[in-house]
């Protein structure tokens, strides 16, 4: 549950902003404008409040090459300004402006006369990464045609690799020409391959590659270099590699970028896997995977190849990338896990200076390596699916382990998806996995037989988050004694309150009842919660309302409910808050999920099914709301510890007759036996005829069309 608490001594806590603007033909994709980052200078306020000292920050060449220097003047002025150490990069992931590329034979002498540029501008900075990541760069756009120049042979990349340890070199030439104590902080992938028995020589070929980069600006490429004769196979000239020997550029940090895909594993067994994984290297064909899916011992982990890479330079280290796209408790045990392994050879004598909480803003589109329209985001430090970045749970991590303080949280305890059995692509028996134990800190959900409980059971299960799903027969959240007797026994670090009464119409003639479970009930709950101090969730309505806006409610709109259910809804969110006013309270809307068979989707694709009609209010607007998203966003927010009034739905309004037309469209279901009828005739409890929400808050959720997608992907209907 806890990490152990560092020394001012031991290793520090850098941050770092994704900042790729990769070119993919003669398109450019700029992470800068994507995540907003390009306007919003308050930012750097916030990377202060982490009490990170250093700062991976990007001056970068295609943003600057048509002279404009405002934007730099303004970064770095308040970056100087609030004593954060800029280490500048100057091409990340890039290949300049359209006037040069790659492999451009000017390429390096017009990179360098940027670089002198720069440090002429700001000479006070003394930490520069002139281009990230060079050998993966030129994986990318020289080996894969992922981005530009797009090439696919090994004479492209050994000449993109070149060009970026030559532009380096003088580049830090240029720079220290205005800074002669300018440090080359040299970022590069930690990565390494494993393989079947049959292709070991590839994997072996690939590991003494993935040195290349830092072994040029080493000096250490010379003829009896294992890999001397290939690069002169594939177009170096012995003249441009000597230089590299008589001119060496070491870095005075070596950064390494570490993720879980950093490890790769190549397997020939082509029967295991589908056909779109399949490639090869012209002897063999074979799958290349990542290690953690595909190796069954898993990955080495950053405490090994850190090792590795200290015992053959013997330079200072620093882990310049950690990220992880991931849900939240899982980011948060990766970041843990790699600042403990630096922290674990520190300890043994490893020059190690400091840990980089990346993507600071998060990430766009690297799911598809930035190649393409993708927006996918992930969030990372910070989420940007809010009025304001907001804090996450890692801000918190990154702000106590600067204060050199100790950091605690119950999903510490469980292990990350990457140490379980369900990590590997082809399942193998008997593992060497961490289980996650029945013993480890566990989440309450209440709500056994319900929607919505059993969806917090499934991704719970899903997510390594230990949980106890009860009933009412295990425990009556309307009375204190079961409710105490409940949580005394099991301890829980968190519950969720998924149960209450759901039946709106029949509310009307069932009030004491209906309020009773979804009112009393939860203000014990919530004052149980409080006196112990366990985190809660409880839900609410989008009935709280009483349809006279036009535009979707927000979190601070007044609550004017018209029938029994929503009273007892706003009358609950009213108590919780009272009783315990850090609880999470959720409103939500219009359930529809994979998982139950009474929703109003699946009821309707049945009945359409049946040659029947389907009959849906025309009149009445709602914000359909996807069980399996809803369920991962209440607990990321639960795990950053957010509290108060949440609205949590998939963005996106229309009536009941539509939501039913546009999911029989995507499922490719006719029509025509869709029919609207008025509302108001149609229920016993009056509904707002507009109850869309919106939240002042945030969006973690996804855009609705994207929600039914994947529904009728899921096809369980």
Known sequence: MSMETPTSSTVELWAGVECTVNRVGERYFDQLERSGHDWRVDDLDRLAELGVRSVRYPILWERTAAGDWSWADERLGQLHFLHLRPIVGLLHHGSGPPTTSLTDPDFTHKFSAFAGSVAARYPWVDAYTPINEPLTTARFSGLYGHWYPHGRDGRTFVRILLNQCRGTALAMAAIRAHNPSAQLVQTEDLGKVYSTEVLSYQA????????????????????????????????????????????????????????????????????????????????????????????????????????????????????????????????????????????????????????????????????????????????????????????????????????????????????????????????????SSKPVSSSYPVILIVGATGTLGQAFARICEERGLVYCLVGRSQMDIAEPTSVHRTLNQLKPWAVINAAGYVRVDEAEQESERCFRENTTGPAVLAAACAERGIALIAFSSDLVFDGKKSSPYLETDLVRPLNIYGKSKAAAETLVLEAFPDALVVRTSAFFGPWDTCNFLTLCFKTLAADQVVFASGDVFISPTYVPDLVHACLDLLIDGERGIWHLANQGSLSWAAFARQAAQLANISMGRIEEYASDYAHSALRPHYSVLGSERGLPLPPLEQALSHYVRVGLY
């Open 204 to 431: 072996d070929f690939e590991n003494l590659r993935r040195w290349l980069s830092i072994d040029l600006l080493c000096g250490r490429v010379d003829s009896r270099h294992p890999l001397w004769k290939y690069l002169l196979q594939e177009g170096a000239s012995e003249a441009e590699l000597e230089e590299f020997c008589l001119r060496p550029c070491p870095p005075d940090i070596l950064g390494f970028n570490y993720y879980l895909t950093s490890e790769r594993f190549l397997d020939d067994r082509l029967d295991l896997y589908p056909a779109a994984l399949k490639g090869g290297n012209g002897r063999h064909a074979y799958v290349d995977i990542e290690a953690v899916r595909g190796r069954e011992a898993g990955i080495a982990g950053a405490e090994v190849l850190l090792r590795e890479a200290w015992e053959r330079y013997g330079l200072p280290l620093a882990l310049t990338e950690v990220h992880l796209g991931c849900t939240r408790e899982e980011q948060l045990r990766w970041f843990v896990e790699v600042y403990e392994a630096a922290l674990a050879i520190r300890r043994s004598g490893v020059d190690i200076r400091a840990v980089t909480a990346w993507a600071v803003f998060g990430t766009f589109g690297w799911r598809t390596l930035v190649s393409g329209d993708d927006d996918h985001y992930e969030p990372g430090v910070f989420d940007l699916r809010a009025p304001q970045p907001r804090p996450t749970i890692l801000a918190r991590l990154i702000r106590t382990l600067s204060a050199n303080a100790p950091f605690e949280h119950p999903v510490l305890a469980a292990p990350g998806w990457w140490h379980r059995p369900e990590r590997l692509y082809i399942p193998i028996e008997q593992v």
